[in-house]
C-alpha cells in the first residue's frame, strides 16, 4: 500500500487566533508511524507541508497517487497546544481529498471533538489520542469497527470506538528521519540541525488549562538504551546539533535523566539540548549533571504571580517553590523560558500586574505570555459551560479565550503590554546585546514584533 503521512501547514510566523506562532519542529509522531509501515511493507512518505511552506494544494499534489494519507492536525510537539484556527488545516484536508479516496484524520482536535472533526473533514475516520497505533491498524486494512481509539461512519452515523492501550514506548521503531527535510528543521533560540526527542508521554499533574487527552492516561517512559540509539543516530547519521526533548515533565523521571546525561556526558556527541519540566522537579544535582551533557535552555510552566492564582489553575507549587527553583537554575548557567497565562475566569487587573512583576523578579531569558485558551476537554473549558457569568470569546469550536470581567480584547492588551514591559526593557536588551548571539536575537526580535502585533 502506498501511505503518505502530512502535517499540514497552517500558519506563517504567528496566528492571529491565539498567537500561536509557527514552530518548524520535527513530526516526530509521523517519523515514528512512517517507520512502523515501513517495518510492515508499505510504501511510506511523509509531506512535512509545515516545514516546507506548502499550499493546500501542493501539499495535495504531493499526495496524489497515494492509496492513503494520514494527515495530523497538531503534530506531537503541538498535542498540548493545538491552533485554534481550523480553516488552513480544513483547506488542506479539502484539497487532499480531490485526490486521493482514503483519508484518515489525526491529532488533538478530533481526539477531544471527534465526531465534529470527522463531520467537517468528511475523512473516513479520525483517530483519538497516540496516533501509531491506529495508523498501523488501518494500514492492515483492519476494519474500522475494529480499531480501538477511532471515530468512523457507521451504517446508524458515528461510532467512536473505545481507547486503545497506550504506545509502549520501547516497542517504537526509531524514526524515519530519512524520511524528512531534516535541513529544515530549527530552534530560534537553540540554532538549527534541530531535531525533538521524546522519553517520556503524560504527565500526572491536573492544571486546569492543560489539555492531555491526546497522550493518553498516566506518564510512560521508554528506557535509556532505546533513546539513547535514537540520539545516536540522529546526530552521527542525520547531522542533529541541537534538540527538545519534548516530555511534558522532563526531570520528573530523575533517575532515568540521570542515566540519560551520563551517557551523553561520557559520549561526548556534539549536541546542545533543552527540555521543558516543573520548578520543583529540579535540584542543584540534576541540574549540574544536564549542564554538563550538554543542556543549555530549560522551558518551565509559571503560569501565574500569585500564590492564589496558582492554587486556582491547580498547578499544584507556590511562588517560593518556583523562585527555588529558578535559583539552582541560574547556578547551574542553563538559561531558562517561562509561560506565563493571561485570561484565566478568576484573574482581576492585579494579577496581572503580580505576571509582570512576578516575570521580572524571576527575570527568565525568555519570558511567553500566552493567552489561556479553552481547549474542549480541559477544565477551564467545563468551568466556562458551568459559569453563567463566563462565555467563550467566539462560538468556534476552538474558542480563543475565556470572557467575563475582561474580554478578549482585554487579555490582548494585556498581553501585549506584558510583553513590551519585560522585552523593551533597556536592561533586557543590553543583556542580549553583551551576550553578543545577534543571529538569535535578529530572530526573536522579528518573533517578538509578530506576537504584539498579531
Ligand atoms: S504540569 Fe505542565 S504538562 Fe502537566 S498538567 Fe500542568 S501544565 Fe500540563
Keep these: 500500500m502506498k501511505a503518505v503521512l502530512v502535517n499540514p501547514f497552517q500558519i506563517r510566523l504567528v496566528g492571529k487566533k491565539g498567537r500561536i506562532y509557527n514552530r518548524t519542529w520535527t513530526p516526530l509522531d509521523l517519523a515514528t508511524s512512517a517507520s512502523i509501515l515501513r517495518a510492515e511493507g508499505h510504501d511510506v512518505s511523509i509531506v512535512d507541508a509545515n516545514a516546507e511552506q506548502l499550499t493546500s494544494e501542493a501539499t495535495a499534489d504531493r499526495c496524489a497517487g497515494a492509496d492513503i494519507v494520514f494527515i495530523t492536525s497538531t503534530s506531537l510537539d503541538r498535542w498540548q497546544c493545538p491552533h485554534l484556527d481550523l480553516v488552513p488545516f480544513l ?224 498547578k499544584g507549587i507556590t511562588m517560593d517553590a518556583i523562585r527555588r527553583g529558578m535559583a539552582l537554575t541560574k547556578e547551574s548557567g542553563i538559561r531558562s523560558a517561562c509561560f506565563f497565562m493571561i485570561g484565566f475566569p478568576e484573574s482581576t487587573q492585579e494579577d496581572m500586574v503580580d505576571i509582570e512583576e512576578f516575570a521580572k523578579e524571576l527575570a527568565p531569558d525568555y519570558p511567553l505570555f500566552h493567552i489561556a485558551a479553552p481547549y474542549p476537554g480541559t477544565e477551564l473549558h467545563e468551568q466556562v459551560k458551568k459559569d453563567p457569568s463566563l462565555r467563550f470569546s467566539d462560538d468556534s469550536l476552538f474558542p480563543e479565550a475565556v470572557e467575563g470581567r475582561f474580554s478578549l480584547a482585554d487579555w490582548k492588551r494585556m498581553t501585549r503590554r506584558a510583553y513590551i514591559h519585560y522585552y523593551a526593557r533597556p536592561s533586557y536588551v543590553a543583556g542580549r546585546l553583551i551576550k553578543g548571539d545577534f543571529r538569535s536575537l535578529w530572530r526573536q526580535a522579528k518573533l517578538f514584533y509578530n506576537l504584539v502585533t498579531a
Design 91 to 314: 483547506e488542506t484536508t479539502e484539497a487532499i481529498r480531490r485526490k486521493v479516496s482514503r483519508l484518515v484524520v489525526m491529532g488533538s482536535h478530533g481526539t477531544v471533538l471527534p465526531v465534529e472533526i470527522l463531520k467537517q473533514t468528511q475523512a473516513e475516520a479520525v483517530v483519538q489520542g497516540e496516533p501509531e497505533g491506529a495508523i498501523q491498524e488501518i494500514a492492515k486494512g483492519a476494519l474500522l469497527s475494529a480499531v480501538a481509539g477511532v471515530t468512523w461512519n457507521g451504517p446508524d452515523g458515528p461510532v467512536s470506538n473505545p481507547p486503545g492501550k497506550g504506545v509502549r514506548m520501547d516497542e517504537l521503531p526509531l524514526p524515519a528521519l530519512d524520511l524528512l527535510p531534516m535541513h529544515l528543521y530549527e530552534y530560534e533560540v537553540m540554532g538549527n540541525a534541530f531535531t525533538l526527542f521524546e522519553m517520556s508521554r503524560g504527565c500526572a499533574s491536573e492544571c486546569t488549562f492543560c489539555l492531555l487527552d491526546t497522550y493518553g492516561n498516566g506518564v510512560r517512559k521508554q528506557s535509556v538504551d532505546r533513546l539513547t540509539r535514537e540520539i545516536e543516530v540522529a546526530v552521527t547519521q542525520f547531522g542533529v546539533r541541537t534538540a527538545y526533548f519534548i516530555d511534558l515533565e522532563f526531570t520528573v523521571l530523575r533517575k532515568q535523566v540521570m542515566e540519560l546525561c551520563d551517557w551523553l556526558i561520557e559520549r561526548k556527541l556534539p549536541l546542545t539540548w533543552c527540555c521543558q519540566t516543573r520548578f520543583d522537579l529540579v535540584d542543584a544535582e540534576v541540574l549540574e549533571k544536564m549542564k554538563r551533557a550538554g543542556c543549555t535552555l530549560i522551558h518551565f510552566g509559571v503560569e501565574a504571580g500569585s500564590d492564589r492564582m496558582l492554587s486556582k489553575v491547580n
